[in-house]
């Protein structure tokens, strides 16, 4: 059964039966809202960025987006950059999986954000999620809805966290500015 995410809300990724899981998907979907006007069609198509910031305590340590989509131990690894987005209504636009077994001890917190990089704002897309799978059964664990509007061009969605053997996922949904991970960097770090 899947958790309709609120901001700041927690849940933990311990499976049903008592045991963890091994393999998660973030996935993102959108649609690029329709211009309102005489004609009502839209001239830009929308380019939502899914990213993954790998941190050691405080540190960042490592980056999956769309320039570096694998990160360097291959636990975490992007499915590759949707350009024009789509699906927004249930399948995934953009995907990274995170082999959480694979995870290196040493890091502890896995933050994912969503970036505008085309610029637009979230009022100019529509049907925008992040959502939570577990990569093992396909069962969706979490969902958190962009809702609209707003002048944001990022979102820090959430994060998952080490605690013990397993991990814990929260909720973040803090609007930000910024069309790459990069410009996005500095808003994170109030969320570790």
Known sequence: MSVNLSKGQAISLQKSDGGTLKSVRMG????????RGLFGSRTR???LDASAVLFADQQAVGAVWF??????????????DNRVGGAGQGGDDES??????????HINQIVFTVNSFTGQT????????CRLVDETTG???ARYTLT????ATAQIMAKVTRQGTGWSMQAIGEPSQGR???????AIVPYL
């Open 122 to 129: 979230f009022a100019e897309v529509q049907n925008a999620f």
């Open 180 to 186: 790459t991970i990069q410009e996005l960097a500095p």
């Open 67 to 80: 320039k570096q989509l694998v990160s360097d131990d291959g636990s975490v690894r992007h499915t590759g």
């Open 28 to 35: 993102l979907g959108w649609q690029a809202a329709p211009r």
């Open 139 to 141: 069962q969706e664990l």
């Open 148 to 151: 609209g509007g707003g002048s």
């Open 96 to 105: 990274i999986l995170v082999d959480l077994a694979r995870v290196p001890v």
């Open 45 to 47: 198509e929308i380019d």
